[in-house]
């Protein structure tokens, strides 16, 4: 029987920040670039807020620019999408996180496919999904090769 090995989360996550931020600091250097990560709240779920503020802490950490948009649990889905489009089409953000779960009145899937494939963050667009799916790049490259 194979014997269990036992992985040290908090180290793991400490190597993997200092190497993000590593790579943002020479980014930077190389190419005056500061990635930029944009998430979206929807609604004031309590585990939600949570975890934006923590990952807008965890983006400045490494060095990058970090913007949060909290919007009302009313806002409608037509908001929402005008909101993803505009930050799609800002080149200061490289990546774009909505939040789930969202307010009854948004389609899920809608917010998903509206996110631009190259600033999909969580990987949950179906292209993305299909490139993990079948092991391809997540680093872009998938998109070059499938030609879209």
Do not use: C
């Given at each position: ?87 799609n089409r800002d ?5 774009i996180l909505v ?14 496919e509206t996110i ?33």
């Open positions: 029987m194979a014997k269990a090995t036992i992985i040290d989360g908090k180290h793991f996550a400490t190597r993997l920040r200092v190497g993000i931020a590593a790579q943002v600091a020479r980014l930077k250097a190389d190419h005056d670039l500061t990635p930029g990560l944009a998430v979206v709240l929807v609604g004031e779920d309590p585990a939600s807020q949570i975890y934006v503020r923590n990952k807008g802490l965890q983006a400045r950490d490494a060095g990058m620019n970090s913007f949060e948009y909290r919007l009302p649990a009313d806002t409608s889905q037509t908001e929402l999408l005008a909101r993803i489009v505009e930050l080149p200061t953000v490289n990546g939040q789930l779960p969202l307010p009854r009145q948004i389609d899920p899937e809608a917010v998903i631009a494939v190259e600033k999909d963050v969580d990987g949950f667009h179906p292209f993305n999904a299909g490139l993990l799916a079948v092991g391809g790049a997540g680093d872009g490259a998938g998109v070059r090769r499938w030609g879209v």
